[in-house]
């Protein structure tokens, strides 16, 4: 695993021995990330069922000013860590190690609010579903104009739209589909991510 673009671009790293790990392939997060343009930087990046961190981390790479990981596996949280070591990063990451649903009770206790939420959960859990419901019931987590992004199979819909938030794009790629969210009256206003490619 590398780093695709931006002021790490090129770094190498690690991921975890002996773990089933899926990171986003090399192809989707360049196409994605394409797609976000410019709402990347100075964002603030929420990284869901984060795994070693691969796709926070290109976020700050990218421009993004901080992000926050949620991740359950405590050794996966250490990678996190040490891949934005690697980067140069270290003040610029948080890393909750909880399952995403206690991670995200944390983050509304403490007001927190983001730009950009990415939700990955391992395809075919069932954990879609659970965590695009707690983005919907708790807008106030997503700031007005941001975005969820959401990578899932292609067997996995989540539907058109989430409480307040409207799918306003779909990419696929083989079998993963990335899937672009936001509020309905942003979705409607002509504002939307560049087209990739």
Known sequence: ?????GSAKGRVLRSLRGRELRPTADRVRESFFAALGESVVGARFLDLFAGAGTVGLEAISRGAAHATFVESHRPAGRVIEENAGRCGFEGRVRVIIAPVERGLAIL?????????????PPYGSGD??????RLSQWPEMVAGDG??????SRHEDPGPRAGDFERMRSMRYGETVVDLYRREAQAGDGSRPT???
Request: charged content about 30%; overall charge neutral; proline content about 3%.
């Open 147 to 152: 975005l969820i992004v959401v990578e899932r």
């Open 1 to 5: 695993m590398r780093i695709i673009a």
């Open 128 to 133: 879609l579903g659970g965590a695009i419901a």
């Open 108 to 120: 509304r206790r403490e007001r927190a609010s983001f730009d950009i939420v990415f939700v990955d």
């Open 195 to 197: 087209e990739p490619g």
